[in-house]
Nanobody
Framework: QVRLVESGGGLVQAGDSLTLSCAAS????????MGWFRQAPGKDREFLTAISWGGSHTYYADSVEGRFTISRDNAKNTLYLRMSTLRPEDTAVYSCAASSSSWLVAGLGYEYNYWGQGTQVTVSS
């Protein structure tokens, strides 16, 4: 069972950039499709983006397309989310997750097996 630990959250101002990291506990990290999700207070969890095991495929939700970039370093068992031009509505708890399902499924935000505990991102106006 892979364990995931996010870091890099914090309080930033609108327009700022921030990079989140997600460290995995096992070398099997490289076999998983990885994704980022977020949940704002009072709202459902939202799927943001996913990256295939080798990094050749990525998918972005419309809400973050062009502003957020997902990447991974399999040698370091680490997933990243570079967030730019942050807005107050980006305020949420951000979580990374791992999926052993196919890209066709996980790439759209479904069937994630393992989750991190989340890191808070707060964007002030």
């Amino acid at each position: 069972q892979v364990r995931l630990v996010e870091s890099g959250g914090g309080l930033v101002q609108a327009g700022d950039s921030l990079t989140l990291s997600c460290a995995a506990s096992e070398d099997t990290f490289s076999t998983y499709t990885m994704g980022w999700f977020r949940q704002a207070p009072g709202k459902d969890r939202e799927f943001l983006t996913a990256i295939s095991w080798g990094g050749s495929h990525t998918y972005y939700a419309d809400s973050v397309e062009g502003r957020f970039t997902i990447s991974r370093d399999n040698a370091k068992n680490t997933l990243y989310l570079r967030m730019s031009t942050l807005r107050p509505e980006d305020t949420a708890v951000y979580s990374c997750a791992a999926s052993s399902s196919s890209w066709l499924v996980a790439g759209l935000g479904y069937e994630y097996n393992y989750w991190g505990q989340g890191t808070q991102v707060t964007v002030s106006s």
